[in-house]
C-alpha cells in the first residue's frame, strides 16, 4: 500500500505552534479521511474530503483545519496546537462508487505536543 | 449518529484455539462492515469486511457473522497463530450515503499465546 504517504513520521513541537501533517495519494481515490488514535478510543475521524475543493467534519474536528486543492494531496493543520492534540494521526483514502468502501491507511504521524 | 461498541477490549487465547469479537451498532441504515487489523506500531489494514444483504462471509481462517436484526456482527478467527496478535477494529458504515464515513470501534488487543 505505498499508494498513500504521510509526512513526517515524527513530529514534537510545542504548544500554541502551527503544525501541518501532510498526505499524498496516488490512486486518484476521490475520498480523504483524517482520523487520531487514542488509546482507548479506537479511531476518531477528524475530517474528510468527498473530492477536491469538498471537505467536511467528522466527529472531532476542534482544533484542526483541512484543504483538499489537488485530488492526490489532503493535509491536515493544528493552527495553535494543544497537549490533548498528542496522538497518532492517520490519513486514508477510498474509492468512491459502490457499496464497499475498503480505507487504505498511511503508516501514520506521531504526533507530541510539549 | 452512528456507534459502534466493542467486546472484548483485550483477548488472550491459546495458539491453536478460536478467537471471537463482538461489535454491535447503533444506527439501523448501516449496511457496510469491514474489520481491521493493526499490529503494534503498523497501519490498521482490511482483513474482512460484510454487506447486510449476507449473513456470513469466511476468508480461510477468519470469517464475519452478522444480524442485521439484533445490530451486531463478529469476527471469528479458527486455529490462532502467533502473528494473529494484534488490534482488531471493527467498523460500521451507511454505504448507501455520500459520506462514506466509518465509526469505529474502540478495539480488541488480541493475544495468541504459543
Known amino acids: 500500500d505505498a499508494g498513500i504517504t504521510q509526512s513526517p513520521r515524527y513530529k514534537i513541537t510545542e504548544t500554541g505552534r502551527q503544525v501541518t501533517l501532510m498526505c499524498h495519494q496516488t490512486?486518484?481515490?476521490?475520498?480523504m479521511f483524517w482520523y487520531r488514535q487514542d488509546l482507548g478510543h479506537g479511531l476518531r475521524l477528524i475530517y474528510y474530503?468527498?473530492?477536491?475543493?469538498?471537505?467536511d467534519k467528522g466527529e472531532v474536528p476542534d482544533g484542526y483545519v483541512v484543504s483538499r486543492s489537488k485530488t492526490e494531496n489532503f493535509p491536515l493543520t493544528l493552527e495553535s496546537a494543544t497537549r490533548s492534540q498528542t496522538s497518532v494521526y492517520f490519513c486514508?483514502?477510498?474509492?468512491?462508487?459502490?457499496?464497499?468502501?475498503?480505507?487504505?491507511f498511511g503508516d501514520g504521524t506521531r504526533l507530541s505536543i510539549l | 449518529g452512528e456507534n459502534v461498541e466493542q467486546h472484548p477490549s483485550t483477548l488472550s487465547v491459546q495458539e491453536g484455539d478460536s478467537a471471537v469479537i463482538k461489535c454491535t451498532y447503533s444506527?439501523?441504515?448501516?449496511?457496510?462492515f469491514p474489520w481491521y487489523k493493526q499490529e503494534l506500531g503498523k497501519r490498521p489494514q482490511l482483513i474482512i469486511d460484510?454487506?447486510?444483504?449476507?449473513g456470513e462471509k469466511k476468508d480461510q481462517r477468519i470469517a464475519v457473522t452478522l444480524n442485521k436484526t439484533a445490530k451486531h456482527f463478529s469476527l471469528h478467527i479458527t486455529e490462532t497463530q502467533p502473528e494473529d496478535s494484534a488490534v482488531y477494529f471493527c467498523?460500521?458504515?451507511?454505504?448507501?450515503?455520500?459520506?462514506?464515513?466509518?465509526?469505529f470501534g474502540s478495539g480488541t488487543q488480541l493475544t495468541v499465546l504459543p
Open positions: 486514508a483514502s477510498s474509492e468512491s462508487g459502490g457499496w464497499r468502501q475498503p480505507q487504505h
Open positions: 490512486w486518484s481515490h476521490s475520498y
Open positions: 474530503s468527498a473530492a477536491a475543493d469538498i471537505t
Open positions: 444506527d439501523s441504515a448501516s449496511n457496510y
Open positions: 460484510i454487506r447486510s444483504n449476507v
Open positions: 467498523a460500521a458504515s451507511d454505504a448507501s450515503g455520500s459520506a462514506r464515513q466509518l465509526t
